[in-house]
T-cell receptor, first 115, second 114 residues
Framework: GAGVSQSPRYKVAKRGQDVALRCDPI?????LFWYQQALGQGPEFLTY????????KSGLPSDRFFAERPEGSVSTLKIQRTQQEDSAVYLC?????????????FGDGTRLSIL | AQKVTQAQTEISVVEKEDVTLDCVYE???????LFWYKQPPSGELVFLIR??????QNEISGRYSWNFQKSTSSFNFTITASQVVDSAVYFC???????????FGTGTKLQVIP
């Protein structure tokens, strides 16, 4: 498809397990973002990539969260030793350029539930 | 510090009524962009409209229109002749800084009743 694709759509894990969430941005999009959205809240910024470079990871809540985009296309958000407070929808977005007037295009998100 | 406020938590209107969603963005930045996104029950955030801080002219795009008041930092968003498909959560999302880091408001849930 032409949009941002995220997988899996739903993920259930036991507390303490590691999880990996995948994002396929729109082809050719330079910028890629990860957001965390808790129930009833707006999305909160986690991290930003420009091509393969992670330029901002200030929103990652702890060192258990790690994101990569090794070839400047697909990105993976990894959460180690998951905890119940990690339960949320994780949204990925991409945009064409790096200018600050570019709208971001979002995927459907991955709904993560930690038991 | 920057602060985005969407004071309206939930709004219900009858189909075909106009509805205005409020957003206040407090910042020391003099140049910034502000986006409105829609999040229907399916979950995907959809870009609706973009506005910059240095253009105070109000705009209309189809059934959507802006009303920007610089003195109060208000970016109000109006949907004319609302439709049931407009039912969603609407987020005000300002962007400032050197790249596209967006700060989302808490959202306003709009329900359009047939």
């Amino acid at each position: 498809g032409a949009g941002v694709s995220q997988s899996p759509r739903y993920k259930v894990a036991k507390r303490g397990q590691d999880v990996a969430l995948r994002c396929d941005p729109i082809s050719g999009h330079v910028s890629l973002f990860w957001y965390q959205q808790a129930l009833g809240q707006g999305p909160e910024f986690l991290t930003y990539f420009q091509n393969e470079a992670q330029l901002d990871k200030s929103g990652l809540p702890s060192d258990r969260f790690f994101a990569e985009r090794p070839e400047g296309s697909v990105s993976t958000l990894k959460i180690q030793r998951t905890q119940q407070e990690d339960s949320a929808v994780y949204l990925c977005a991409s945009s064409r350029g790096t200018g600050d007037n570019q709208p971001q295009h979002f995927g459907d998100g991955t709904r993560l539930s930690i038991l | 510090a920057q602060k985005v406020t969407q004071a309206q938590t939930e709004i219900s209107v009858v189909e075909k009524e106009d509805v205005t969603l409020d957003c206040v963005y407090e910042t020391r930045d003099t140049t910034y962009y502000l986006f409105w996104y829609k999040q229907p029950p399916s979950g995907e955030l959809v870009f609706l409209i973009r506005r910059n801080s240095f253009d105070e002219q109000n705009e209309i795009s189809g059934r959507y229109s802006w009303n920007f008041q610089k003195s109060t930092s208000s970016f109000n968003f109006t949907i004319t002749a609302s439709q049931v498909v407009d039912s969603a959560v609407y987020f005000c999302a300002p962007l400032s800084g050197g790249y596209q880091k967006v700060t989302f408001g808490t959202g306003t849930k709009l329900q359009v009743i047939p």
